[in-house]
């Protein structure tokens, strides 16, 4: 089993602390890279870090018991569209390298259509394209609910909320033939 918190806010002892306190046997944080995930998971699975920079965290692992490798990238994307650039030419180069199953998960600071969101302006600086673009091209399948969940809010009240679906669970096509 294991965990991501996105957006901790906390020094590395504390997140070392709260990973044995919640019976985690093992975390990755790294502050000077990023900040911004950290994931704990116990002994049944050994992870080793894949790639790591400012928005993404991927770790290869393997399970113990089955000796099963899998992939898991989190992601704490950047407000902007420039930034979030590097996000997709990163995820597509994993894809090509990539032949396991591999799950990414996370807060893509992004709506892939307007029904995805409720409230506040409707202006599309071309982020939902380039969202779009990039899930097309990775052949990716979102396993997020379709039920027409929202997963943000700007915590205003009345006209002022807005709900956005930004958080998301992608899986590459061995995870959808070979997981449970």
Same mark, same amino acid.
């Given at each position: 089993? &294991? #965990? ?14 709260? @990973?044995?306190? #919640? ?7 790294? *502050?000077?890279? /990023?900040?911004?995930?950290? +994931? ?15 928005? +993404? *965290?991927? =770790?290869?692992?393997?399970? *113990? ?6 992939? =898991? @990238? ?9 930034? !979030?650039?590097? +996000? ?9 390298? +990539? ?10 600071? *992004? ?9 506040? !302006? =409707?202006?599309?600086?071309?982020? =939902?394209?380039?969202?779009? &673009? ?19 809010? /700007? ?5 002022? !909320? ?9 899986? /590459?096509?061995?995870?959808?033939? /070979?997981?449970?």
């Amino acid at each position: 089993m &294991s #965990l991501c918190i996105l957006e901790p806010k906390a020094a590395t002892k504390r997140i070392s602390m709260l @990973s044995k306190n #919640l019976g985690f046997s093992s975390h990755h944080y790294e *502050v000077d890279i /990023n900040h911004q995930i950290a +994931i704990m998971w116990n002994s049944e699975i050994i992870l080793s870090k894949f790639y790591a920079d400012d928005q +993404i *965290v991927t =770790m290869k692992a393997c399970h *113990v018991f089955s000796s099963k490798i899998f992939f =898991m @990238s989190f992601i704490y994307a950047t407000c902007s569209k420039h930034g !979030r650039r590097r +996000i997709w030419e990163a995820l597509i180069d994993h894809n090509t390298q +990539i032949k396991d199953p591999w799950m990414i998960g996370g807060d893509f600071n *992004v709506i892939s259509s307007w029904a995805e969101k409720r409230g506040g !302006r =409707m202006i599309d600086d071309g982020s =939902m394209m380039e969202f779009k &673009s990039f899930i097309i091209q990775s052949g990716l399948t979102d396993i997020t609910s379709t039920d027409g969940s929202l997963s943000w809010t /700007n915590n205003q009240q009345g006209a002022k !909320r807005i709900y956005k679906k930004l958080d998301r669970v992608f899986i /590459n096509s061995e995870a959808l033939l /070979n997981l449970p």
